[in-house]
Nanobody, 129 residues
Framework: QVQLVESGGGSVQPGASLRLSCSSPEFSLADYAVAWFREAPGKGREAISCISRGGNISALHVDSAQGRFAVTRDNAKNTVSLLLDALRPEDTAIYYC?????????????????????WGQGTQVTVSS
């Protein structure tokens, strides 16, 4: 089973920025569609965005993240990043990356919903003053 590893979380003040990273010690993420999700205390998991193996980015699903969050891919480093800018207390959550093998699909492919077989363990982001 593909193992994904997130890193980069932490405790920050409102307005700060963080860069979360998702990597795999075993597989090339260049062959995968990779998405970011988050789960806040007392709330269900919500999708943020997906980046296809071809670099196409699906629309941000979290309205409040528009203009503040961005997903990027660096195949040379085998990493997919989630850039979090102008963080707010309501962004406090565990952030997860998830992946689905997509080499056999069109380069723009991103799975629907939570249809990702591989997940990381999550990284905590806490925003408070």
């Amino acid at each position: 089973q593909v193992q994904l590893v997130e890193s980069g979380g932490g405790s920050v003040q409102p307005g700060a920025s963080l860069r979360l990273s998702c990597s795999s010690p075993e597989f090339s993420l260049a062959d995968y569609a990779v998405a970011w999700f988050r789960e806040a205390p007392g709330k269900g998991r919500e999708a943020i965005s997906c980046i296809s193996r071809g670099g196409n980015i699906s629309a941000l699903h979290v309205d409040s993240a528009q203009g503040r969050f961005a997903v990027t891919r660096d195949n040379a480093k085998n990493t997919v990043s989630l850039l979090l800018d102008a963080l707010r207390p309501e962004d406090t959550a565990i952030y997860y990356c998830a992946g689905k093998y997509a080499r056999d699909r069109r380069p723009t492919y991103c799975p629907r919903g939570s249809d990702y077989p591989a997940w990381g363990q999550g990284t905590q982001v806490t925003v408070s003053s």
